[in-house]
DNA sequence: TCCGTTTACGGGGGACGTAAAGATA
DNA sequence: TATCTTTACGTCCCCCGTAAACGGA
């Protein structure tokens, strides 16, 4: 799992298509498909359902995706933490 | 920021030494080293101060520590969250 | 037939490991 | 001088981008 899959993660889920959720990333639809995958992979979850109209989370999804955004906003508050006094 | 370096992070802070931390972490010292001063170029902070007997976290690498480790747990409670009710 | 996702394949960037150099008590 | 950290360098792996193929309404 990487940092970089769970902001893929979270722009498919909020976007609803990996095609719109890649071009917001700035990166090109496969590696955000391969990316994905390799996350359910990894979690054993299926996370989306695949639909010609798009994707749509899942119920494991939907509670994953809560998850993963909790863990960015952390990542994103590193900067203050380490802010000197 | 990557979760490597958060892990490297973490463990030099518990070892007080790279060279233990990276026997630890299965990984030779220069990676860890060059991840650790990465991690420090991003955040433009000094989370640890050098001294020849090892490594000693400074003021913000002590509150980076603590909030390094809310991310790492997150991260391996996923599985957990993704599991089938 | 059309839209979106997924695989093939070639190219580039990043991380590691070994070995040597630098720095400090 | 001895220990630990840091750089040099070569190698390998992983990720990306383009292009083509697959799949469902």
């Excluded at 590696?31 to 119920?59: K, V």
């Amino acid at each position: 799992m990487s940092l970089t899959q769970l902001r893929y993660f979270v722009a498919v889920a909020e976007e609803g298509s990996v095609s719109r959720a890649a071009r917001r990333c700035f990166v090109s639809q496969p590696p955000m498909s391969r990316q994905l995958r390799a996350l359910e992979d990894e979690l054993s979850a299926r996370l989306f359902a695949r639909t010609p109209s798009g994707m749509t989370l899942s119920s494991e999804g939907a509670r994953f995706l809560a998850h993963a955004r909790r863990i960015l906003q952390l990542v994103d508050e590193a900067p203050a933490v380490v802010r000197p006094d």
